[in-house]
């Protein structure tokens, strides 16, 4: 089996390089797995996208990117939570997310292209802003690190459905839907297949108006 083939819940799985080119476009952390000497190591990295390259920036003393421009391969995982699916018990419950794997070996990238590299990561972190400050210094170009690696070799995953309950579950007064979230936002969409008259309840409300938080019971 090839490793970007999925074991579970395999029609999630999406081949669409444009939907993965926009979640990894709408996120600005990755998290990159390699191995070394002491076991594997998993750390976030900012992240951008140039074309069908991925850009991971950082510094020239970060251990782990030193190792990875020598050529060790790498994992990277990029996860967009959309939502909570909401079901008539608390198994069928789950995440609505979209969830990328890209593998690759990652090319340090050479000081005559680093400064164009450091405007992309920039932007995309805080767009317009490279256009409001100095450029950096040589200095501070020397002390930065980007890596780029092609996104040849990936697997995208999309959790975008309804509750999937049991037709005995279905048949009681419990509410279950949806409830998308953005930050400090949250909409209520009831299932398809939900009772009419079945109302929204506290733990769903509190969901929807606190966002993905575990500590809002006490606000």
């Given amino acids: 089996m090839e490793r970007t083939e999925l074991t579970r819940e395999r029609h999630w799985a999406s081949k669409d390089s444009a939907a993965l080119y926009r979640l990894v476009d709408a996120q600005i952390i990755a998290h990159v797995a390699l191995q070394t000497e002491r076991g594997p190591l998993v750390l976030p990295t900012a992240i951008a996208r140039a074309d069908d390259r991925l850009l991971m920036h950082g510094s020239v003393a970060s251990g782990w990117m030193r190792r990875a421009k020598r050529g060790d391969e790498v994992a990277v995982a990029v996860t967009q939570v959309d939502g909570m699916i909401v079901a008539r018990c608390s198994f069928e419950s789950s995440i609505r997310y979209q969830s990328a794997v890209i593998f690759g070996r990652p090319e340090l990238v050479d000081d005559e292209h680093k400064a164009w590299a450091l405007e992309i990561v920039t932007e995309k972190l805080l767009p317009g802003r490279s256009a409001e400050v100095r450029p950096p210094t040589a200095r501070e170009i020397a002390q930065t690190m980007i890596l780029s690696m092609p996104i040849h070799e990936w697997s995208l995953k999309i959790s975008d459905g309804w509750p999937d ?7 009681t007064a419990t509410w279950a839907g949806v ?10 969409q009831g299932a398809p297949d939900l009772a009419v008259g079945v109302e929204v309840p506290t733990s769903v409300r509190r969901l929807a108006q606190h966002g993905l938080r575990t500590d809002y019971t006490r606000s």
Avoid: K, R, Y
């Fill in 165 to 171: 309950d049991a037709p005995e579950d279905i048949a």
């Fill in 179 to 188: 409830v998308l979230t953005q930050p400090g936002v949250g909409h209520i």
